[in-house]
C-alpha cells in the first residue's frame, strides 16, 4: 500500500466506524510518553496507538493488506504530524467552527453508531470511560477547523483564468457537463493510404454541401476504397470517442474536422447543429440594501446589539435607511451607496443573511440578526426572476476545474506546511527520514 492509499483511510472520522475498537484509547493512559514534538504542541504514544488501531480497523474494513508494523507505525506519526502542523496553522488564523456545525457532526457520528440523540450519544461514551464524550467532541470539533481551514488556504492557492473557464465550456467535458448536444456526421475512408488520402479530400469537400452522407459512400466508394457514412444524431460530446469529440468541440455549425488519419483509415466529421441543454437557470434575485454593525476592541458585542437595535428602532419611526447606511454601516463599500448591495442572488451571502433576504416582504425591513460579521438589518426594495444561464455555466466550469486543482494544491500545501514545521521525533524506530530501506 503506498502513502496515497494511507493518507485516504486515515480519518479521524473513522472514530464512527469504529468506536467499539478505539474508545479505550480516548481514556487516559496510566504511562504515556512524549514521542514527537511538532512545534508547539507534542504527539503522545496514546495517539499514536489509538491512531495505528483506527487505520488497521479501515484498512480491514476495506479487505485491504495491512502493511508491517514499523511501516505502519511510521505512516500513522506522519499523519498525526501533518495533523498537528494543520491545527498550528488552525491556532494561528483562530479558526473555530461554530457551535450548531459541531453539533451536527457530532450528532451524525452518534446516529450512525446507533445513538438517537447527543444526550443518549454521550450517556453511552461516557459509560465506558469518562471523558469519552468530551474527547471525542474535542476531535470532531478539530476536524472541522481542519476542513475550513483547508477550504480557505488551498481555494485561495488555486488561480482558475476567465480564459481557463472558456477553454473547458467549449471542451467535450464543458459541454457535456452543461447538457450541450451536438449532431455528428461521420465518414470513414478506408483502403490503399495513398488513393484514401486523395479520396477523403474530395469526401470532405462533398460534406460541405451535403448531409447525405449515405449518398456521399455510395458515391466514393470504389473497388479499392471503402466510404461508410453514418449520421450520429444529436448526442452529448461524452458519447462520443474523446479523440474525436475534440475535433468537434471547436467547430462552428456546417463546418467539418480536417482529415483524421487513424488506423483504421481516415476520419471526416461534421457538425450539423448544436443545441444546448433545455434546463436553464431561473433564479430569484433580492435588489437588498442592508446596515452592518461589528463589534471590534472599542465597540463590544453588547454595544453592537444595542446600536443596531436603536437603528432598527429608529427606522421603524420613519427615518432614511440610506442615510443611517451611510452614517452607520460598517461596511464600506456599501455604505457609500447608501446600503445598496444591488441585486443579489441567493448562494451568494452567507446563511443567516440569504435566509433573512429571501423571507423579508418587498419594501419590509428585517428584524436585527446576527452572522459571523456582526449584527445586521436589511431591506429588500425590489425582487425578480432572472436567466442566470451563462453565469451558471461559468461558476459551475471554476467549481468544476477548482475541484480538478484542489487534491494536487492540498498535497503541495501539506508538503509545505510539514517541510516548514519544527518536528523532533523522540523515538528513532518512528523516523522515516532514518530508517528508509
Known amino acids: ?107 451524525k457520528v452518534a446516529k450512525d453508531s446507533g445513538s438517537p440523540s447527543l444526550e443518549a450519544f454521550q450517556q453511552k461514551l461516557d459509560k465506558i470511560a469518562p471523558n469519552t464524550y468530551a474527547s471525542l467532541r474535542s476531535q470532531i470539533a478539530e476536524d472541522l477547523a481542519i476542513k475550513r481551514l483547508r477550504q480557505q488556504i488551498v481555494t485561495s492557492r488555486i488561480q482558475i483564468s476567465d480564459a481557463d473557464v472558456k477553454n473547458f465550456l467549449n471542451s467535450p467535458q464543458g459541454q457535456a457537463a ?82 483524421i488519419p487513424v488506423r483504421d483509415g481516415i476520419h471526416i466529421l461534421k457538425l450539423v447543429e448544436r443545441k444546448g441543454g433545455d434546463q436553464k437557470a431561473i433564479v430569484p434575485q433580492y435588489q437588498t ?44 463599500g456599501s455604505a457609500r451607496d447608501g446600503g445598496s448591495l444591488g441585486w443579489v442572488t441567493p448562494g451568494m451571502m452567507v446563511p443567516e443573511f440569504d435566509d433573512k433576504m429571501k423571507n423579508t416582504p418587498k419594501g419590509q425591513i428585517s428584524e436585527p440578526f446576527q452572522s459571523q460579521f456582526g449584527w445586521h438589518i436589511l431591506q429588500v426594495t425590489d425582487t425578480r426572476q432572472q436567466d442566470m444561464t451563462k453565469e451558471y455555466q461559468e461558476r459551475m466550469a471554476r467549481q468544476l476545474l477548482g475541484e480538478r486543482q484542489f487534491d494536487a494544491e492540498l498535497d503541495s500545501w501539506l508538503r509545505e506546511i510539514r517541510n516548514n514545521a519544527f518536528v523532533d521525533i523522540k523515538d528513532a524506530s518512528l523516523d522515516r527520514k532514518k530508517n528508509k530501506p
Request: net charge negative; with cysteine; glycine share 4%.
Open 1 to 107: 500500500m503506498n502513502t496515497l492509499q494511507l493518507k485516504r483511510v486515515f480519518k479521524a472520522t473513522a472514530l464512527a466506524l469504529c468506536l467499539s475498537a478505539s474508545l479505550p484509547a480516548f481514556t487516559a493512559q496510566p504511562k504515556d510518553e512524549v514521542i514527537a514534538v511538532v512545534d508547539n504542541s507534542v504527539i503522545l504514544r496514546s495517539d499514536l496507538e489509538q491512531s495505528i488501531a483506527e487505520l488497521k480497523h479501515q484498512l480491514e474494513a476495506q479487505k485491504k493488506t495491512v502493511p508491517p508494523e514499523q511501516y505502519l507505525q511510521q505512516q500513522a506519526l506522519e499523519q498525526l504530524i501533518i495533523r498537528q502542523a494543520q491545527l498550528e496553522q488552525v491556532k494561528r488564523y483562530n479558526i473555530k467552527p461554530d457551535e450548531k456545525s459541531l453539533n451536527e457532526a457530532v450528532l
Open 178 to 259: 452543461i447538457g450541450n448536444q451536438a449532431h455528428v456526421l461521420h465518414v470513414r475512408i478506408s483502403g490503399n493510404e495513398a488513393a484514401a488520402q486523395k479520396v477523403a479530400k474530395e469526401v470532405k469537400a462533398e460534406l460541405a454541401n451535403s448531409n447525405d452522407v449515405a449518398a456521399i459512400g455510395k458515391k466514393f466508394s470504389t473497388g479499392t476504397i471503402k466510404v461508410e457514412g453514418a449520421d450520429m444524431g444529436f448526442r452529448s460530446l461524452s458519447d462520443i470517442p474523446a479523440e474525436l469529440a475534440a475535433r468537434v468541440s471547436p467547430l462552428q455549425d456546417g463546418q467539418t474536422t480536417e482529415l
Open 289 to 332: 440594501r442592508h446596515i452592518l454593525i461589528q463589534p471590534s476592541e472599542v465597540v463590544s458585542p453588547e454595544n453592537a446589539k444595542q446600536m443596531i437595535d436603536s437603528l432598527y428602532s429608529r427606522l421603524q419611526k420613519g427615518e432614511d435607511f440610506a442615510v443611517l447606511a451611510s452614517t452607520y454601516s460598517n461596511d464600506p
